[in-house]
């Protein structure tokens, strides 16, 4: 199977735009969330998306925004860009059907770097 | 609250030598605790994880050990080579059944020194 795929891979900005950017998940997997990775903050929680809907959100504010398509592909939007914004943006997929007390490895996607200007 | 806190941020050993990394979680619902690793330029990738009805679980040279009363766990590498020389991410699951999230710690890089 293929991996978890993102594009584009690097992308600079400067402040006050806004950007998009894209995930596609495993074959299969329904699950994706998005995780902020800046040097010394480690993985930071954005949302998580499953069957097209929003399900689980981090405490990121509202300028961050994601939606998923009906083929799992996830895209996550951030308007007003922020100097702050700069970081690697990693998503990951996961099967997401797990019900109960079970839980499904997340694999990650090779991230996107956000430099804003 | 939701947090994960990771110790040390940096670790320095000889090959051959053990390393040990420990986190401690605040929710006492969490049950779900994986372990990343993140080489340089690369993505994290999981390397092992351990569910809350078991305490301890191994594989080859790495082991994770749980203390649900204490809420902590732990990274155990034995035998170090070079190329275990990475970040490590511990994670905790926040939430329950399918609908959760996964908060991680900041981190500890590793470096196995030749």
């Known amino acids: 199977k293929a991996g978890v795929t993102q594009t584009p891979r690097y992308l600079i900005k400067t402040r006050g735009q806004q950007v998009t950017l894209s995930c596609s998940p495993i074959s299969g997997h329904r699950s994706v969330s998005w995780y902020q990775q800046t040097p010394g903050q480690g993985l930071q929680f954005l949302f998580e998306y499953f069957s097209e809907t929003q399900r689980n959100k981090g405490n990121f504010p509202g300028r961050f925004s994601g939606r998923q398509f009906s083929n799992s592909r996830s895209e996550m939007n951030v308007s007003t860009l922020e100097l702050g914004d700069s970081a690697l943006y990693l998503c990951?997929?996961?099967?997401?059907?797990?019900?109960?007390?079970?839980?499904?490895?997340?694999?990650f996607g090779p991230g996107t770097r956000l430099t804003v200007l | 609250g939701e947090n994960v806190e990771q110790h040390p941020s940096t670790l320095s050993v000889q090959e051959g030598d053990s390393a040990v990394i420990k986190c401690t979680y605040s929710?006492?619902?969490?049950?779900?605790f994986p372990w990343y690793k993140q080489e340089l330029g690369k993505r994290p990738q999981l390397i092992i994880d351990?569910?809350?009805?078991?305490g301890e679980k191994k594989d080859q040279r790495i082991a994770v050990t749980l203390n649900k009363t204490a809420k902590h766990f732990s990274l155990h590498i034995t035998e170090t080579q070079p190329e275990d020389s990475a970040v490590y991410f511990c994670a905790a699951s926040i939430g329950g059944g399918s609908n959760y999230k996964l908060t991680f710690g900041k981190g500890t890089l590793l470096t196995v020194n030749p």
């Open positions: 351990i569910r809350s009805n078991v």
């Open positions: 929710d006492s619902a969490s049950n779900y």
């Open positions: 990951a997929s996961s099967s997401g059907l797990a019900g109960g007390k079970t839980y499904n490895e997340q694999f």
